[in-house]
């Protein structure tokens, strides 16, 4: 039996030809104005479109920020996620979408930190680039801090997710709110309760979405350190990114000495946030990874002050 002798020389055509093989095609004559001035620009037409609309923008932009903390580290370099949104009336046929990027870009080339004096300016020269409109920026990212083992003292990074929220009103004033989420352990109070010995616990996110009062955009208060810690001292214990055999010994018998139900965690979390005066309105949730079932737990509050007793 013979083999059929195959080559495996390709005879590779130009690029051009290449290109035009996979469906490209010579240029078409052009008739339409390639001069800004000249173009047709259908979102500034002006018409009755039947619905204002609340928000339109752009969505999921990653850019360099720089995140300032009251913890180690103070300045950090990192990757924020933005939401840009306006508002546009019925009156409007769109926003201009390239002048969420333009902003962005102009700011990050000046090194975009996102504390609120800077969110501020940045929302307020928005808006002036928008022609007006009442604009809002969502900005998300991770921010670090360091933990030390409770007896060990060993110090390593740990870390929550942080979303800040700052939008325009109606009369100009801004709304600003802040979100943090952190992980703590709880211990499960009915476990420990019917158990000879022992009690299963489990790591439980911890959320807190908070809405500040008029005015803290010109505050100095780092309000992540606060929500951090209103989140960790109510715990059965902290987490630690880095723990020796003394600090196992301790987190353990801490975690035993104080259990908690998802429902105890943001009923006491509550409690810190209400007393915070700068605070005005925010929503707990507590959510348990359970070690010994197959569901997780949650439990969630939301409270405003300024509604109190109605």
């Excluded at 009156?91 to 002048?99: E, I, Q, Y």
């Excluded at 959320?207 to 500040?212: A, C, E, R, S």
């Amino acid at each position: 039996m013979h083999k059929m002798k195959t080559s495996t020389a390709i005879n590779i055509p130009s690029k051009k030809e290449r290109h035009k093989l996979f469906g490209s095609v010579e240029p078409g004559p052009k008739t339409k104005p390639d001069q800004k001035e000249e173009m047709a620009d259908l979102q500034n037409e002006r018409k009755d479109y039947l619905f204002t609309i609340n928000k339109v923008g752009i969505n999921k932009v990653k850019y360099p920020i720089t995140v300032p903390s009251d913890t180690s580290p103070n300045i950090q370099s990192t990757i924020g996620t933005f939401q840009l949104v306006s508002q546009i009336g019925r009156d409007a046929k769109g926003t201009n979408m390239s002048r969420f990027v333009e902003q962005l870009e102009h700011f990050q080339a000046e090194g975009l930190s996102v504390d609120f004096p800077s969110l501020q300016t940045f929302v307020e020269n928005l808006s002036e680039h928008l022609d007006k409109e009442r604009v809002a920026i969502d900005v998300s990212f991770p921010w670090f801090y360091q933990s030390s083992g409770p007896k060990s003292k060993k110090s390593a990074l740990n870390h929550g997710d942080v979303t800040i929220r700052m939008a325009q009103r109606e009369d100009g004033t801004l709304q600003i709110n802040g979100r943090l989420e952190v992980y703590v352990t709880t211990l499960c109070p009915c476990s420990k309760e019917i158990s000879e010995y022992s009690a299963h616990s489990q790591r439980g996110k911890v959320t807190m979405d908070v809405q500040f009062i008029d005015g803290f955009e010109h505050s100095i208060l780092d309000w992540k350190k606060e929500l951090l810690n209103a989140a960790e001292s109510n715990a059965s214990s902290m987490i630690y990114p880095l723990l020796k055999r003394v600090d196992e010994k301790h987190v353990t018998e801490t975690a035993y000495e104080n259990p908690r139900f998802v429902e105890d965690m943001v009923r006491l979390v509550a409690a810190d946030l209400y007393e915070m005066p700068y605070v005005k309105a925010f929503h707990v949730a507590c959510e348990n990874e359970e070690s010994i079932h197959l569901h997780n737990a949650i439990a969630e509050i939301d409270f405003d002050k300024e509604s109190e007793g109605e």
